[in-house]
C-alpha cells in the first residue's frame, strides 16, 4: 500500500498534534464485554504495538473498559510512548453494585480517578482526557473549572467531552478550549448529526462511538455489504469509509482484538468512495 497511513487518511490537528485520522479504541479487547479484563492480554498487546507501528497515534480508552486493566496494558505494551502518540483516557462515571453507570457525584472524585489512572499509565500527564458526561450533581462550571485546574498542574493536555448535547458542548465552550467531542455515530445511527456539524465549524475532532454499530456494519449481510461486494472489500471497510468521508473533524477509532482485523480497518484509509457510492448508501441507510 503506497504512503504512510496519515497520507492516505489525512490527519487532524488536535492542540497542534497532528493525529491520523484513523485510531484505535480498547473497547474490543474484550470478548465478554466492558468491565472485564483482555480477553487475550498477549494478542492485545501485538495489536497495540501493531497499530503504532502503522501510523495510529490515537487510541482511545474508557474507564468503562475495566477497571484500570487497559492502562495497564498500554503502559506495558508502549512504554516509553512515542513522542506523536495521543491517548486519550475517558472518565467521569462510577460503576454501582448493580452493574450500572453513574456520573462521579463531585469533581473532587475526578480528581482521584485521574491521579489513579496516571499511576497506571507511569505517566506524569494524560495528553487528551475526555469527562464522560456531565454529573447532575455540580454545574458545569465546577466540572470543567477542575479540569482547567488540571490542566494548570499538568496532569492533564487537552480536555474533550463525551455523551453531551450540542447545548452543553457551546456551554463547556464558554468555560473551557474543548479539544474532542464524542458521541455514539455511524451510518444506521447519525443522530448526532448536528453535533458532527458543529464540531467541525468549530475545529473540534469528533469521534464516533460505536463506529460499525457494535457489528452490525461489518455483517455480510448488513446495509453495506452491497457496496462492499462491488469493491471486493469488508462491510467494517466500507463503514469507516464512510465516516472519513463524513467530515474532515471524523476521527474513528474501531477497536480489535485481532492483529488481522486491525490491518482491514486501517486498510479502509484506501478506500475513496464516490458521491454516487455515498448517495447509494443514504438510500439503503436513509437519515433519520
Known amino acids: 500500500m503506497p504512503g504512510t497511513l496519515p497520507d492516505r487518511c489525512g490527519t487532524y490537528s488536535i492542540g497542534g498534534h497532528e493525529i491520523t485520522r484513523l485510531g484505535l479504541g480498547t473497547a474490543q479487547m474484550s470478548e465478554s464485554g466492558v468491565w472485564s479484563h483482555p480477553e487475550d492480554a498477549a494478542e492485545a498487546k501485538r495489536v497495540l504495538r501493531e497499530a503504532v ?12 473498559s475495566g477497571p484500570f486493566d487497559y492502562e495497564e496494558l498500554i503502559a506495558q505494551s508502549l512504554s516509553p510512548f512515542p513522542d506523536d502518540l495521543l491517548l486519550m483516557i475517558k ?27 496516571l499511576w497506571y499509565l507511569k505517566l506524569d500527564r494524560i495528553p487528551l482526557f475526555q469527562l464522560h458526561g456531565f454529573s447532575p450533581h455540580a454545574p458545569i462550571a ?4 477542575l479540569l482547567t485546574e488540571l490542566q494548570r498542574e499538568g496532569k492533564i493536555g487537552r480536555i474533550g467531552l463525551a455523551e453531551v448535547t450540542l447545548a452543553e458542548l457551546r456551554e463547556a ?5 474543548i479539544a474532542t ?16 456539524d458543529y464540531a467541525e465549524s468549530v475545529g473540534i475532532g469528533f469521534i464516533p462511538w460505536l463506529p460499525l454499530a457494535t457489528g ?16 471486493g472489500v469488508s462491510p467494517a471497510q466500507i463503514a469507516l469509509a464512510w465516516l472519513l468521508n463524513r467530515s ?7 477497536g480489535t482484538l485481532s492483529v488481522r482485523h486491525l490491518a482491514e480497518n486501517v486498510a479502509a484509509a484506501d478506500i475513496r468512495l464516490t458521491a454516487a457510492e455515498v448517495a447509494d448508501l443514504d438510500r439503503v441507510v436513509p437519515r433519520p
Open 142 to 145: 465546577d466540572q470543567l473549572g
Open 248 to 254: 474532515p473533524a471524523m476521527l474513528p477509532t474501531p
Open 216 to 231: 452490525a456494519l461489518a455483517t455480510v449481510d448488513g446495509p453495506v455489504a452491497g457496496t462492499a461486494r462491488r469493491r
Open 173 to 177: 465552550r464558554a468555560h473551557a478550549d
Open 91 to 117: 472518565g467521569g462515571l462510577l460503576r454501582t453494585p448493580q452493574g450500572e453507570w453513574e456520573p462521579l457525584p463531585r469533581p473532587s472524585f475526578l480528581r482521584k480517578q485521574i491521579e489513579t489512572r
Open 181 to 196: 467531542v464524542q458521541a455514539e455515530y455511524n451510518l444506521v445511527n447519525r443522530a448526532a448529526d448536528p453535533l458532527v
Open 53 to 64: 507501528d502503522l501510523g495510529v497515534n490515537l487510541i482511545d480508552v474508557a474507564e468503562s
